[in-house]
């Protein structure tokens, strides 16, 4: 059982398909679980609530630990701008645990995964995408992450709108003797469609479709020969290389000889070594002195190592 007196944390990454949460204590990690997303512009309350209570009741059983034993939350997410998100986490938790709850960025927990308050750069890289960089005096810039509409150079939803773009520029450089690349086939095959005009009139549909879910067939593809795929993923790197680039740009503005190392997250760049290939050739050939880091980061550490250290 635990221990009377001791303190405890928890620690939440609150991701757009499903929130990773950890409870620790000053020294170890007692007990972890994925739950369905608790992020308020995705779900509505009563289904966020549910998968709250869902993952700290697991995690409670795991533990021991009483929620009311707790002493501090960290909350990753992103939307912490917006009020309803902020207030919401602040209502349901306060229902739940004791203590006090810190709320910050999902990219700000992955950078402190990484570095503990350290100097860094970090891209993201899965749905969507962002970048952020902290030089050695805790300054902080971000560039990037606005959304799909946009940005989001390089995510998951990126590389699959400019397959289809890359796709039909390939049948219009080829004029009346155009070869659909396999590609084509692929997602005509996926989305169940079969004629060009059938696919025209899917992906210009509103709402869009799921563009993001089309990055398997362009990873499966490209691993084929397919020249079209290839070159998405290929861009996608060279998208998230320049970004982190503005990242470097700012950072030596302040202090010029900085190059802190970089960090990487999220399934795009967990999963397809084109790309973070590609990301890592791009920026070595401006700075051949930049590491990037082995893996990727395990974001929720990151709140942990707030909630740990009450840090805003």
């Given at each position: 059982?635990?221990?009377?007196?001791?303190?405890?944390?928890?620690?939440?990454?609150?991701g757009?398909?499903?929130?990773?949460?950890v409870?620790?204590?000053?020294?170890?990690?007692?007990?972890?679980?994925?739950?369905?997303?608790?992020?308020?512009l995705?779900?509505?309350?009563?289904?966020?609530?549910?998968?709250?209570?869902?993952?700290?009741?697991i995690?409670?059983?795991?533990s021991?630990?009483?929620?009311?034993?707790?002493?501090?939350?960290?909350?990753?997410?992103?939307?912490?701008?917006?009020?309803?998100?902020v207030?919401w986490?602040?209502?349901?938790?306060?229902?739940?645990?004791?203590?006090?709850?810190?709320?910050?960025?999902?990219?700000?927990?992955?950078?402190?995964?990484a570095?503990?308050?350290?100097?860094?750069?970090?891209?993201?890289?899965?749905t969507?995408?962002?970048?952020?960089?902290?030089?050695s005096?805790?300054?902080?810039?971000?560039?990037?992450?606005?959304?799909p509409?946009?940005?989001?150079?390089?995510?998951?939803?990126w590389?699959?709108?400019?397959?289809?773009?890359?796709i039909?520029?390939?049948l219009?450089?080829?004029?009346?003797d155009?070869?659909?690349?396999?590609?084509m086939?692929?997602?005509?095959?996926?989305?169940?469609?079969?004629?060009?005009e059938?696919?025209?009139?899917?992906a210009?549909?509103?709402?869009?479709?799921?563009?993001?879910a089309?990055?398997?067939?362009?990873?499966?593809?490209?691993?084929?020969?397919?020249?079209?795929?290839?070159?998405?993923?290929?861009?996608?790197?060279?998208?998230?290389?320049?970004?982190?680039?503005?990242?470097?740009?700012?950072?030596r503005?302040?202090?010029?000889?900085?190059?802190p190392?970089?960090?990487?997250?999220?399934?795009?760049?967990?999963?397809?070594?084109?790309?973070r290939?590609s990301?890592?050739?791009?920026?070595?050939?401006v700075?051949?002195?930049?590491?990037?880091?082995?893996g990727?980061?395990?974001?929720?550490?990151?709140?942990?190592?707030?909630?740990?250290?009450?840090?805003?």
């Amino acid at each position: 059982m635990p221990n009377a007196g001791k303190e405890y944390f928890l620690a939440i990454d609150a991701g757009g398909t499903k929130t990773l949460m950890v409870l620790a204590d000053q020294e170890n990690e007692l007990a972890r679980t994925t739950t369905g997303s608790i992020k308020r512009l995705r779900v509505g309350a009563d289904e966020a609530m549910q998968n709250l209570e869902a993952g700290l009741n697991i995690l409670v059983e795991q533990s021991g630990v009483s929620p009311k034993a707790i002493t501090r939350t960290c909350v990753g997410t992103s939307g912490v701008s917006v009020a309803m998100v902020v207030d919401w986490i602040h209502d349901a938790l306060g229902k739940l645990v004791s203590g006090k709850v810190l709320i910050c960025g999902d990219e700000v927990i992955a950078l402190d995964g990484a570095f503990h308050g350290g100097p860094g750069t970090l891209v993201i890289a899965g749905t969507g995408q962002n970048t952020i960089g902290r030089d050695s005096t805790g300054r902080l810039v971000g560039i990037g992450g606005w959304g799909p509409a946009l940005g989001d150079e390089g995510s998951g939803l990126w590389i699959g709108q400019q397959a289809l773009r890359r796709i039909f520029r390939s049948l219009d450089e080829q004029g009346s003797d155009r070869t659909p690349p396999r590609l084509m086939q692929c997602i005509m095959d996926h989305w169940k469609l079969h004629t060009v005009e059938e696919l025209v009139g899917y992906a210009n549909q509103t709402p869009p479709p799921d563009f993001a879910a089309l990055t398997p067939l362009v990873v499966a593809c490209a691993n084929e020969g397919d020249i079209v795929a290839a070159g998405v993923l290929r861009s996608a790197g060279e998208e998230l290389a320049a970004l982190l680039l503005l990242v470097y740009k700012q950072l030596r503005k302040w202090e010029p000889e900085t190059l802190p190392p970089v960090a990487c997250t999220g399934s795009v760049l967990q999963n397809i070594p084109q790309v973070r290939d590609s990301m890592t050739a791009t920026l070595q050939a401006v700075y051949p002195e930049i590491k990037v880091l082995p893996g990727v980061v395990d974001a929720v550490l990151g709140a942990l190592w707030r909630a740990r250290n009450g840090i805003e």
